[in-house]
């Protein structure tokens, strides 16, 4: 394989390339290419001015993340960088797709820069749990000033050409890129070579203005560091010099990429990309899915024909009524409403888009789908009643699904030939925003059928994770262990108040018992009586969530469920009702309430979650652990500076969280039985990444 960074001439302008497929990632023969490219066009006289670009769809995407768990390779990209600026030629990049990362921080050490105006251009590192490592903290903020390297460096989010012409990051924005970038060269040539003052940055905000701006990034990172070490790294920009500052920067870049957030958010970051080859679909060709039909236009049916539609496919959504059809279409115009509100489409796509969707009263209109997803409500003979119409009307080679998010598909799709086409396609509410959606494999799909499940979720741009068959699938089953502990604490003697603050200072979003109010105490009340004749005899079962909803308090629509809400609040505050009826059932079954600390709260419904997880990789019911982080990650708020349970259990050491589940099983005999792959793997202490292999 030939070098990856290559230089030609047109006249007197040198043109370097980086070609490094995919992304053209910053690594270290790329590195090493830049270093002497420096050198060489430096000491040809032929040479007036120099373009930095690369070949394929992008310019420097990133750094190279592989080499972070190694040791660093020389040389470095900050030297890299500096070298560039150091040249006695000016270097102007040609920036186009994405540049991310490492890719911005070589293109500021770049004399002039100019981008084509489809170009994304960010920081994203603090998603790793790192700082810009090749001057992004210490650069931007001399180009562009305090608020602009602050939001850039502590939120990752990417911004636009637009955006970036006007903080002076790019010179100027052209459409012809290779003619537009040579005419620029020859302009700079003639010119002196502008150089960064390399003093501290000048700003006007006061001592007063910075701690506010702290406590905000501190206030969003919940708990995460990288953001918060990042703006204290911009800081410095403007109280030292620039090489002190990038001292600064790259010690902080060392010390976070040497930590366990870091390493979990890296884990992440690789994991959300693994899930998508499980070995049971390697090498498998999916069916081709070019027309949609959904079988119900609720809040759930009209966010997947919003996603659906919004990937470019015709969908049509059959209701029961023509009232009901027209709530489906006005439910799915509103979506599109707000993606144009928020700028993510404008009102020509929103129009465009709409015209892709058809509603109808009758099956008779899902003919000719190639896949039909069933998305009723969560009731085994309302869904057995949809599919046994779809038997009679779907395509015998359609694929058909189910959104069901904890029923067995078996137990309703059995009037359906070739039952090989069915499966489960679990989206998760707001289906149009929410990226995750479990692909459910029975006994019988095919892994072609598999597969357009994966194929479809990647053109919604959405995450799959490949689920077997048990009550709740992965996710919810893993809920279900963690809700069923919740209400332990909470009978054993911790507050509801208690037990969510300890949660939420974990990093979640909101504790076990807001998010029961927030979804209705109705559906957890359901699926309890659902369960009630499998439930194990000795199984210990809580009353409190039933006497809750039995005394009239479904949550936040009520006004109550574990807290009080008053009218058109979602703020909770302490309910006297309900606290009064925990109160008075430990009274009646005789417990004494103890107190916990947060951080037994903590372990405890950890545990219980990496226990139920062991047991679903033993079935089979998901491939690798990896998956098991990425669901609870992206389908139910686990922090993902922590990495998922799995990632955590590692963290913390599988022996410990043994410990902590024995416990749990020793002081509820018959309530919970440890996983044998839990006590296996924590025997020794081995991982479960063991397992991700």
């Known amino acids: 394989m030939g070098t990856p960074v290559t230089i030609r001439h047109d006249g007197e302008i040198a043109i370097v390339e980086i070609d490094n497929p995919p992304v053209n990632a910053v690594g270290q023969a790329v590195r090493q290419g830049l270093w002497d490219a420096v050198a060489t066009l430096d000491a040809d006289p032929q040479i007036e001015a120099v373009l930095l670009t690369c070949a394929g769809r992008t310019f420097i995407a990133g750094a190279d993340i592989r080499e972070f768990d190694g040791g660093a390779l020389e040389p470095w ?5 500096e070298r560039i600026h150091a040249a006695r030629k000016p270097w102007t990049a040609v920036l186009f797709g994405t540049v991310l990362g490492g890719g911005l921080e070589t293109a500021l050490g770049c004399h002039y820069r100019i981008a084509h105006p489809d170009t994304k251009l960010g920081l994203p590192e603090v998603s790793l749990g790192l700082v810009p490592g090749a001057g992004g903290t210490q650069r931007v903020p001399r180009i562009s000033g305090a608020a602009a390297a602050v939001k850039l460096v502590t939120t990752g989010a990417p911004i636009c050409t637009e955006e970036a012409e006007r903080m002076g990051l790019i010179d ?15 302009d700079t040539a003639a010119k002196p070579v502008p150089r960064l003052d390399p003093g501290p940055a000048q700003t006007d905000l006061t001592s007063e203005d910075w701690e506010e701006l702290r406590e905000d990034v501190t206030r969003k990172a919940r708990g995460q560091i990288s953001p918060v070490r990042g703006f204290d790294t911009v800081r410095k920009a403007f109280e030292t010099d620039l090489a002190e500052g990038m001292k600064l920067e790259r010690q902080a870049f060392m010390d976070l990429k040497a930590s366990a957030q870091s390493q979990a958010l890296r884990h992440a970051f690789f994991a959300e990309r693994a899930v998508a080859k499980p070995a049971a679909l390697d090498g498998v060709t999916p069916r081709e899915v070019a027309s949609l039909a959904i079988i119900g236009g609720g809040l759930m049916g009209s966010g997947i024909a919003t996603a659906a539609l919004t990937s470019g496919l015709p969908v049509t959504v059959v209701e ?8 489906a279409r006005d439910r799915i115009a509103g979506n599109l409403a707000s993606a144009v509100k928020r700028g993510k489409m404008t009102e020509d796509q929103r129009d465009a888009t709409l015209a892709r969707l058809t509603t109808a009263t009758g099956y008779e209109a899902v003919a000719e789908a190639d896949m039909v997803i069933e998305a009723v409500f969560e009731d085994t003979d309302v869904k057995r009643a949809v599919f046994d119409a779809l038997a009679t009307h779907a395509r015998g ?6 959104n069901t998010s904890y029923i067995d598909p078996t137990s309703f799709t059995g009037a359906v030939p070739n039952p090989d086409r069915i499966m489960g396609l679990h989206f998760f509410s707001p289906a149009h925003i929410m990226r995750l959606v479990e692909v459910v494999r029975t006994p019988d799909t095919a892994a072609e059928v598999l597969a357009a499940g994966f194929a479809l979720a990647k053109r919604m741009r959405k995450v799959a994770v490949l689920s077997g068959i048990c009550d709740g699938f992965i996710g919810n089953r893993i809920l279900g262990a963690y809700g069923r502990m919740a209400g332990y604490l909470l009978e054993d003697g911790a507050s509801p108040a208690q037990i969510d603050g300890a949660m939420k200072a974990f990093g979640m979003p909101m504790g076990p018992f807001e998010m029961f109010d927030m979804a209705g105490l109705q559906i957890g009340y359901s699926n309890r009586k659902r369960e009630a004749a499998t439930r194990p005899a000795d199984q210990r079962y809580s009353r409190i969530p039933d006497l809750i909803v039995e005394d009239g308090a479904l949550g936040q629509k009520t006004g109550r469920g574990y807290y009080a809400y008053d009218d058109g609040s979602r703020v909770a505050r302490p309910s006297p009702e309900t606290d009064a009826i925990i109160a008075c059932e430990r009274e009646a079954r005789g417990i004494a309430p103890r107190s916990f600390s947060d951080e037994e709260i903590v372990a405890m419904l950890h545990a219980v979650q990496v226990n139920e997880a062991a047991a679903i990789l033993e079935e089979g019911i998901a491939e690798r652990p990896l998956d098991i982080d990425v669901v609870k990650m992206m389908g139910y708020g686990y922090p993902r500076w922590r990495g998922g349970p799995m990632q955590e259990a590692d963290a913390r050491g599988t022996d410990t969280v043994l410990a902590t589940m024995r416990g749990i ?6 309530s919970w039985t440890v996983s044998p792959l839990l006590a296996r793997l924590g025997a020794d202490g081995t991982p479960f990444s063991t397992l991700d292999k």
């Open 665 to 670: 099983a020793e002081a509820d005999p018959g």
């Open 77 to 81: 990209l900050p030297e890299v960088v």
């Open 397 to 402: 080679d359609a694929i058909l699904a189910t």
């Open 320 to 327: 029961q009524s023509e009232e009901a059809a027209a709530g």
């Open 172 to 186: 100027r924005i052209v459409t012809d890129l290779p003619a537009d970038a040579l005419h620029f060269a020859r």
